[in-house]
């Protein structure tokens, strides 16, 4: 397998504009995670999904970010509108859930807002 | 509130010396805990997993152990290379399996010297 492939690995876009970020699983797993890293904050979890349904999304720090996962080989991160102070990493993790649950992360999209 | 900690935040060692990198974690009902290497710019991969059933896991130069009662981890890296600088974090799972989600801490970036 692959791994956990995200796109883009870079983004940079203006304030006020719509970004998405996307993920592709490692194949047969169950869940999903997204965390963002910044210097200060380190890595904070956004929101997961388990079996593509949305478990716990307290990390998601406004109602500008929004998660979906239409099945379970697919997951968008979107920030509409965009600010500056979302500029970070965002990574996108998966993991079999049973009684190993290793999390294995992708490359990570690095988000510049100007 | 459930939180990771890993102090120092960064360390530097001579080519060949034993290290441990500590980490400590405020609730003992760990489910799990993992350690990752995260190199300049790249995402995160994952070294060792112990759950919360185990005391210890091995792989090549590398030793991580857990005791919940004292709520640490260590993670001993043997000979240490040049080519083991990178920064290490740990993190704990509090849920269940079904719900386990990671807790990160700061990580220690660590240094070996030629």
């Known amino acids: 397998d692959a791994g956990v492939i995200q796109s883009p690995r870079h983004e940079v876009t203006e304030m006020g504009q719509e970004v998405t970020l996307r993920c592709k699983p490692i194949?047969?797993?169950?869940?999903l995670f997204w965390y963002r890293q910044t210097m200060m904050r380190g890595l904070e979890l956004l929101i997961y999904f388990n079996n593509n349904v949305p478990i716990d999304d307290s990390g998601m720090p406004e109602d500008r970010f929004s998660a979906k996962m239409p099945n379970a080989s697919f997951s968008t991160l979107k920030i509409q509108p965009s600010e500056p102070r979302d500029s970070a990493v965002y990574f996108c993790?998966?993991?079999?859930?049973?009684?190993?649950?290793?999390?294995?992360f992708g490359q990570g999209t690095r988000l510049t807002v100007v | 509130k459930q939180e990771v900690t890993q102090i120092p935040a960064a360390l530097s060692v001579p080519e060949g010396e034993n290290l441990v990198l500590n980490c400590s974690f405020t609730?003992?009902?760990?489910?799990?805990l993992q350690w990752f290497r995260q190199d300049p710019g790249k995402g995160l991969t994952s070294l060792l997993l112990?759950?919360?059933?185990?005391r210890e896991q091995t792989s090549g130069r590398l030793n991580a152990s857990l005791d919940k009662s004292s709520g640490r981890s260590t993670l001993y890296i043997a000979a240490s290379q040049p080519g083991d600088s990178a920064t290490y974090l740990c993190a704990a799972g509090w849920d269940t399996g079904a719900n386990s989600k990671l807790t990160f801490g700061k990580g220690i970036t660590l240094s070996v010297r030629p």
């Open positions: 194949s047969g797993h169950n869940s």
């Open positions: 609730d003992s009902a760990i489910y799990n």
């Open positions: 993790a998966s993991s079999f859930v049973t009684t190993n649950t290793e999390a294995f």
């Open positions: 112990i759950q919360s059933s185990q």
